[in-house]
């Protein structure tokens, strides 16, 4: 579904303007980056499951 690094769009988007997220922590929790003002934010992971609307980019593997 998602994996660490991805970026995903959630339902509502951020007060900056941008609504494009990466995910930099998978646990219990799931903390998130935005991409635009490089706030962070750390969600449980069903309320985060709740959230997310989409995966836009998969990360790349090497």
């Known amino acids: 579904m998602y994996e660490l690094h991805d970026i995903v769009e959630m339902k509502k988007p951020h007060p900056c303007g941008v609504n494009r997220w990466e995910i930099i922590r998978m646990g219990m929790d799931i903390k998130i980056e935005c991409t635009g003002c490089g706030r962070l934010i ?11 609307k989409k995966v836009l980019e998969k990360a790349t593997k090497e």
């Open 42 to 52: 750390m969600l449980p992971r069903r309320e985060f499951d709740k959230k997310m």
